[in-house]
């Protein structure tokens, strides 16, 4: 079992700037692939960016240039830093681990971007 806990999230104008936290309650973080996802209401869940244990990053295209993914394994922490925000950034981000065949998820953090 792993436990993910988000933080971060709040309202913001748009142009303004986010970091979101995953912090990691496991002792084999750093050999996992994290990945920063988002629901907004009435929508699908859809991967926002996500990053390997070597430090791959993958980004959806409609945050790329805007998003930054990274991590810190000394503090078993990913981070996802927002910028430039959009109203249509508005949604639920959820943290994931994904363990070989089974993904955990956190609870969730809203973001909310007025225009």
């Known amino acids: 079992q792993v436990q993910l806990v988000e933080s971060g999230g709040g309202l913001v104008q748009a142009g303004g700037s986010l970091r979101l936290s995953c912090a990691a309650l496991?002792?084999?973080?750093?050999?996992?692939?994290i990945a920063w996802h988002r629901q907004a209401p009435g929508k699908q869940r859809e991967l926002v960016a996500a990053?390997?244990?070597?430090?791959?990053?993958n980004y959806a295209d409609s945050v790329k240039g805007r998003f930054t993914i990274s991590r810190d394994n000394a503090k078993n922490t990913v981070y996802l830093q927002m910028n430039s925000l959009k109203p249509e950034d508005t949604s639920v981000y959820y943290c994931?681990?994904?363990?070989?065949?089974?993904?955990?998820w956190g609870q969730g953090t809203q973001v909310t971007v007025s225009s």
């Open positions: 994931a681990a994904l363990i070989g065949p089974r993904t955990y």
């Open positions: 496991t002792s084999a973080f750093s050999i996992y692939t």
């Open positions: 990053i390997a244990s070597g430090g791959f990053t």
